[in-house]
């Protein structure tokens, strides 16, 4: 069975800082979906970034980038200069191949979640 | 862009009552997925329909049920409510099982 696994519970830093959120999975497939969510305290959430099994490549967004190493299972996000709009929660989430084969429209699994508050 | 919409955002029901939330997907996505996030807690997978068809079922309680229309909107239908069903409750939408798109959440809140 898949899991995701947030070690951290709850981050705080000041602002300009740098953190880094991890995020460690388990899957016995070889074809998934990582995903990164954000929910700030208005409740919605919000998409960040999708990477595929096959694909580990590092990917930078702005002051957002993501490390994939599939040896350790492991999907880490960092903020770069954190800003207090960063300041929400961070959900990192798996998504299984399907028996039908079309992998991206099986359900999503959470991780607990890490909330990130970035102090003035 | 248009998003996912969901109605109504705030709902208090009493213990016992029936509930039902609606969803209108993304235009063109064919996926429509229900979490239910209690609080604290992570969203939770309840159940997916593709192309108006229950694609994937998760832990949704028999009291719930759920349809997608001609439309590709889809309501949740909740009865018999009870205390513990009190959560926001995310539908999201996808188009070929790309990315899942989230709408902002109904916040069911049972009495």
């Known amino acids: 069975a898949q899991k995701v696994t947030q070690a951290q519970t709850e981050i705080s830093v000041v602002e300009k800082e740098d953190v880094t959120l991890d995020c460690v999975y388990e899957?016995?497939?070889?074809?998934?979906?990582l995903f990164w969510y954000k929910q700030p305290p208005s409740g919605e959430l919000v998409f960040l970034i999708r990477?595929?099994?096959?694909?580990?490549q590092n990917e930078i967004s702005g002051r957002y980038s993501w490390n994939f190493q599939k040896s350790t299972s492991s999907f880490n996000f960092t903020i770069t200069a954190s800003q207090v709009v960063d300041s929400a929660v961070y959900f990192c989430?798996?998504?299984?191949?399907?028996?039908?084969?079309?992998?991206?429209?099986?359900?999503?699994?959470f991780g607990s979640g890490t909330r990130l508050q970035v102090q003035p | 862009a248009a998003g996912v919409i969901q109605s109504p955002r705030h709902l208090i029901k009493e213990k016992r009552e029936t509930a039902t939330l609606k969803c209108y997907p993304i235009?063109?996505?064919?996926?429509v997925y229900w979490y239910q996030q209690g609080p604290g807690q992570d969203p939770q997978f309840l159940i997916s329909?593709?192309?108006?068809?229950?694609?994937d079922k998760g832990s949704i309680p028999d009291r719930f049920s759920a349809q997608q229309f001609s439309d590709y909107h889809s309501e949740l239908n909740m009865s018999s409510l009870e205390l513990g069903d009190s959560a926001l409750y995310f539908c999201?939408?996808?188009?070929?099982?790309?990315?899942?798109?989230f709408g902002a959440g109904t916040r069911l809140s049972v009495l």
């Open positions: 999201a939408s996808s188009l070929g099982g790309n990315i899942q798109y």
């Open positions: 899957t016995r497939d070889t074809t998934y979906y």
């Open positions: 990477r595929n099994s096959f694909d580990e």
């Open positions: 989430a798996l998504s299984e191949n399907s028996p039908r084969g079309d992998t991206g429209r099986r359900a999503l699994t």
């Open positions: 235009p063109r996505h064919d996926t």
């Open positions: 329909f593709y192309e108006k068809m229950q694609s």
